[in-house]
């Protein structure tokens, strides 16, 4: 019965790589010709759909991601304390994120809770490639070389450090898509997404980033504080940052056996706490 009338109750399950809301959209453009069809004094009443609820959970997602990416150029802005340089990172970012939509498409994968979600936590992470670039570029263009010098010196010296780092991190993710059962079907999207996503990052810090410093990054002024300062000067006078980790970086570097037997105090409290939990 549906409120109190006698009813006859239809389940639409969609396949296993269907679309749950096109299946949804679907039904519901389908009932009125079916009602017209079947004849008078029949009714179709909804009585559960899980499209709205996907489509709410991916669009708070979207908007969590958003804001997000907002954050992230904020606060690469307030540490870079440069425009151009924040702009730089700030174009990398979307540019990552479309050549990883090309990917998903070329994967078979569509937009969902858990490939929206991977793409929301590498947003953090697709920057890190692009910010190392364009400080190595800034610190040459800094000691006055030409800038296509610049550039490519810069990208070179850390390109095989950024590749790594970033190869290290699919290698975490990419064994989950391995997977077997409905544990994989479940974070395989999830794990290719990131790995894509990632992938996509070391391409547009190693390619497109160089091109867009080449157009926005200026060398500093002749005789200007950045141009001026050499490396023996800039020791010299710490910035407040430097002046925070300069001394625990001195103390790690004179007790090396200190620092590690407490680092692994450290790992293993937090092992066994998270064992505990």
Same mark, same amino acid.
């Given at each position: 019965?549906?409120?109190?009338?006698?009813?006859?109750?239809?389940?639409?399950?969609?396949?296993?790589?269907?679309?749950?809301?096109?299946?949804?959209?679907?039904?519901?453009?389908?009932?009125?010709?079916?009602?017209?069809?079947?004849?008078?004094?029949?009714?179709?009443?909804?009585?559960?759909?899980?499209?709205?609820?996907?489509?709410?959970?991916?669009? #708070? $997602?979207? %908007?969590?991601?958003? +804001? =997000?990416?907002?954050?992230? !150029?904020?606060?690469?802005?307030?540490?870079? *304390?440069?425009?151009?340089?924040?702009?730089?990172?700030?174009?990398?970012?979307?540019?990552?994120?479309?050549?990883?939509?090309?990917?998903?498409?070329?994967?078979?994968?569509?937009?969902?809770?858990?490939?929206?979600?991977?793409?929301?936590?590498?947003?953090?992470?697709?920057?890190?490639?692009?910010?190392?670039?364009?400080?190595?570029?800034?610190?040459?263009?800094?000691?006055?070389?030409?800038?296509?010098?610049?550039?490519?010196?810069?990208?070179?010296?850390?390109?095989?450090?950024?590749?790594?780092?970033?190869?290290?991190?699919?290698?975490?993710?990419?064994?989950?898509?391995?997977?077997?059962?409905?544990?994989?079907?479940?974070?395989?999207?999830? #794990? $290719?997404? %990131?790995?894509?996503? +990632? =992938?996509?990052?070391?391409? !547009?810090?190693?390619?497109?980033?160089?091109? *867009?410093?080449?157009?926005?990054?200026?060398?500093?002024?002749?005789?200007?504080?950045?141009?001026?300062?050499?490396?023996?000067?800039?020791?010299?006078?710490?910035?407040?940052?430097?002046?925070?980790?300069?001394?625990?970086?001195?103390?790690?570097?004179?007790?090396?056996?200190?620092?590690?037997?407490?680092?692994?105090?450290?790992?293993?409290?937090?092992?066994?706490?998270?064992?505990?939990?």
């Amino acid at each position: 019965r549906v409120n109190g009338e006698p009813s006859l109750t239809l389940a639409v399950t969609k396949t296993p790589d269907g679309n749950t809301v096109e299946v949804s959209q679907l039904v519901q453009d389908a009932l009125p010709a079916l009602a017209t069809a079947i004849g008078s004094g029949t009714a179709f009443t909804v009585v559960f759909d899980q499209a709205p609820f996907i489509e709410s959970s991916i669009e #708070a $997602l979207a %908007t969590e991601g958003s +804001l =997000g990416l907002v954050f992230a !150029v904020v606060i690469i802005l307030l540490f870079l *304390l440069s425009v151009r340089s924040t702009l730089v990172i700030a174009i990398s970012i979307p540019t990552s994120i479309l050549l990883t939509f090309i990917g998903m498409q070329a994967s078979g994968y569509s937009l969902n809770i858990l490939t929206l979600g991977a793409i929301t936590i590498s947003i953090g992470r697709v920057v890190d490639d692009s910010i190392v670039v364009v400080e190595n570029i800034k610190r040459h263009l800094a000691l006055g070389e030409e800038k296509m010098q610049a550039i490519l010196l810069g990208v070179k010296e850390v390109a095989t450090a950024v590749t790594a780092a970033t190869v290290t991190t699919i290698a975490v993710f990419l064994p989950l898509a391995l997977v077997g059962d409905i544990t994989g079907e479940l974070f395989r999207p999830f #794990a $290719l997404t %990131t790995a894509i996503a +990632l =992938g996509a990052s070391l391409f !547009v810090s190693l390619t497109i980033v160089p091109v *867009l410093c080449y157009w926005f990054l200026r060398p500093p002024q002749v005789g200007s504080h950045a141009a001026a300062m050499s490396f023996e000067e800039e020791s010299a006078s710490p910035t407040r940052l430097q002046k925070s980790y300069l001394p625990i970086l001195r103390w790690t570097l004179r007790r090396p056996v200190a620092t590690i037997l407490l680092s692994l105090l450290i790992l293993g409290g937090t092992a066994g706490l998270a064992t505990n939990l």
